[in-house]
């Protein structure tokens, strides 16, 4: 592959090339939580300790690239996140979840990255104050067990060690005595450094709705009848993909329903008319047990996870298909449709998008470019 985020890695180099390591420069922290300084000075710390790591030394060059991409990004929303508590503690809770879409929408649009390489390195900057807190989690294992199908646990474990060593702090042994205690417990879970390997397909979708399964036990398939679910951005080909792989299936179209009923793209309050519809041509389906296709966007997690209850509820196994082409292909095709949506609006939609994880359905498929 022999991707990287950059050949030219000195610190004065990365300063130049990215606006977005420009911002770090003068974005405070608790001084007694980072004593060396703002972000720039933690991140670029941080960059240092991992390259030190002889663990980092043993992975392959383009492991090595995923890591250090992860690094550099790793606190890339403190910029947007960081705010004085009342106290006069500095915070920035939330940033490793924005951190995610930033890292995510930056090497799909402004780095064209490959598609495993940039879901590697948006799940790191998302996942990587996990080994600090994973045992004081509410179910530490079910939060593990998660992680591992989303995060490489090892590379999560290096990452986490690097931030740890990139800061000056009085309790940086105990942090670094936590991160011990993740990777043992991802040894003892079966998961350092791989997916947890889950009994069955359904029992991996249902432990994560359910507080009563053992991941290990393979549960009986009640499941009446099929549903597949398309995700994906505008202009990606999601028709394509149902006329080349579900033809004969009923579609229950989003774009079909808003254009027969005459409603804007952009009409918010007639959205909701839209899916409301769908919904009701979706049960039709699914109490005759008649396998059908929702083509929608169903960019963000929410909009997924509402319609999977849906179709659960009528005992159905649902396949989320996510279809993605390299974002000038998408914005042409997007160009070139009958009924193309404004590239404003996608614009808005890509602040909000999330990929499917292999934990929301029973099946997800990446249909990626």
Not at 15 to 27: C, E, P, S, T, Y
Not at 87 to 95: E, F, S, V
Not at 243 to 250: E, I, S
Not at 264 to 283: I, L, N, S, W, Y
């Amino acid at each position: 592959m022999n991707w990287q985020l950059t050949d030219r890695t000195d610190w004065p180099a990365l300063l130049n090339q990215f606006d977005w390591v420009r911002a770090m420069v003068g974005v405070p922290q608790d001084p007694v939580y980072h004593g060396e300084g703002d972000v720039a000075a933690h991140t670029r710390l941080v960059l240092e300790s991992l390259i030190n790591l002889p663990a980092y030394n043993a992975l392959s060059t383009d492991e090595q690239a995923i890591l250090w991409a992860a690094a550099l990004l790793h606190d890339v929303e403190k910029r947007s996140t960081t705010v004085r508590e009342d106290d006069g503690h500095i915070t920035a809770k939330g940033h490793a979840r924005k951190g995610e879409r930033t890292a995510r929408l930056l090497l799909y649009d402004a780095i064209p990255t490959p598609f495993v390489t940039r879901e590697a390195v948006a799940k790191l900057v998302r996942y990587h104050g996990l080994p600090l807190w994973a045992l004081e989690k509410e179910n530490p294992r079910q939060t593990l067990l998660q992680a591992s199908l989303d995060v490489n646990t090892a590379w999560l474990a290096m990452l986490a060690r690097a931030d740890v060593l990139g800061r000056i702090c009085p309790d940086q042994a105990d942090l670094l005595y936590r991160i011990d205690l993740f990777e043992e417990f991802c040894r003892e879970q079966n998961c350092f450094g791989k997916p947890y390997p889950f009994a069955s397909d359904l029992t991996r979708f249902q432990y994560f709705r359910r507080d009563d399964l053992a991941p290990d036990y393979a549960l009986f398939d009640e499941t009446k009848t099929d549903v597949v679910l398309l995700s994906g951005l505008p202009g990606v080909g999601k028709d394509y993909h149902i006329l080349a792989n579900y033809q004969d299936w009923p579609v229950v179209s989003l774009d079909g329903i808003r254009r027969q009923l005459g409603i804007d793209p952009t009409d918010r309050h007639g959205t909701g008319r839209v899916v409301q519809a769908a919904k009701e041509q979706a049960r039709v389906y699914l109490r005759k047990q008649q396998p059908f296709v929702w083509n929608a966007t169903n960019i963000t997690r929410n909009m997924r996870a509402q319609l999977i209850d849906l179709f659960v509820t009528y005992r159905a196994r649902v396949t989320i298909v996510y279809v993605e082409v390299p974002n000038a292909l998408r914005a042409e095709q997007n160009a070139n449709r009958k009924h193309p949506v404004p590239e404003p609006a996608v614009s808005r939609m890509l602040e909000k998008w999330e990929v499917p994880a292999v934990w929301e359905a029973h099946t997800v498929i990446y249909a990626v470019d």
